[in-house]
């Protein structure tokens, strides 16, 4: 029977903390990374001109219908190839990520802008605003309200896609995780730690979420 022992892993504890600070500030630059690209591609497809709205479908429909995994391995290996140039493994991966998350944060985007009644627009018309003034101060302050939620989970989706991002050598809390398994070769002590900081970190979020959904739906009502 195996027998289990943590132990050992107090004597790794900074690799395990040096892992979890890359894996949280990667997670929140590729969020906020993504949500601007989300925010213009967004845009893009409620676009009055076609040819923009191809493109940002276009760009949508490419990393949505793409696993994230192969994304990761194209832009390392590829890309740099296709443009000529070097690319560490940490641009790479946050290149990937962050357009990744940015088609799903558009379409977040667009159904939040979408989801506003046409009277809003129409009396904002009224009022004298130019379209863009309208977007700005009537229907995008609206909309964030409503978006909140699923950008929150899709940015709980994120820090969980980050783990991917050891393939690529990136020294994210999974890939230390995998030095010490490899190190001490006690991967089932390892494993376990790591899948229970994930937990520890992604729980609270997931109950904040859940709060924060239900404090919209009172405030609705």
């Given at each position: 029977?195996?027998?289990?022992?943590?132990?050992?892993?107090?004597?790794?504890?900074?690799?395990?903390?040096?892992?979890?600070?890359?894996?949280?500030?990667?997670?929140?630059?590729?969020?906020?990374?993504?949500?601007?690209?989300?925010?213009?591609?967004?845009?893009?497809?409620?676009?009055?001109?076609?040819?923009?709205?191809?493109?940002?479908?276009?760009?949508?429909?490419?990393?949505?219908?793409?696993?994230?995994?192969?994304?990761?391995?194209?832009?390392?290996?590829?890309?740099?190839?296709?443009?000529?140039?070097?690319?560490?493994?940490?641009?790479?991966?946050?290149?990937?990520?962050?357009?990744?998350?940015?088609?799903?944060?558009?379409?977040?985007?667009?159904?939040?802008?979408?989801?506003i009644e046409a009277g809003q627009r129409e009396a904002a018309e009224a009022l004298g605003m130019m379209p863009g003034q309208a977007m700005r101060r009537i229907i995008l302050p609206q909309a964030v309200r409503r978006m909140v939620p699923a950008l929150m989970n899709q940015s709980i989706i994120q820090f969980k896609n980050t783990s991917l991002v050891s393939v690529l050598a990136v020294p994210d809390l999974l890939y230390q995780g995998q030095a010490v398994a490899h190190d001490t070769y006690r991967p089932l002590e390892v494993y376990s730690l790591v899948a229970v900081i994930y937990f520890a970190v992604l729980f609270p979020l997931t109950l904040l979420v859940g709060r924060i959904e239900a404090r919209l739906r009172r405030s609705d009502a």
């Open positions: 029977m195996y027998e289990w022992d943590f132990y050992f892993i107090w004597g790794y504890r900074w690799l395990f903390l040096q892992g979890l600070g890359v894996t949280v500030l990667f997670t929140v630059a590729i969020v906020v990374a993504g949500l601007v690209v989300g925010l213009l591609a967004g845009l893009m497809r409620l676009s009055r001109w076609r040819v923009v709205r191809w493109v940002a479908q276009a760009y949508v429909e490419v990393f949505r219908c793409t696993p994230v995994l192969v994304q990761l391995v194209w832009f390392y290996y590829a890309l740099p190839i296709l443009l000529g140039v070097e690319m560490s493994a940490t641009t790479a991966a946050a290149l990937a990520l962050t357009l990744y998350g940015g088609s799903f944060y558009s379409e977040i985007i667009r159904g939040g802008i979408v989801s």
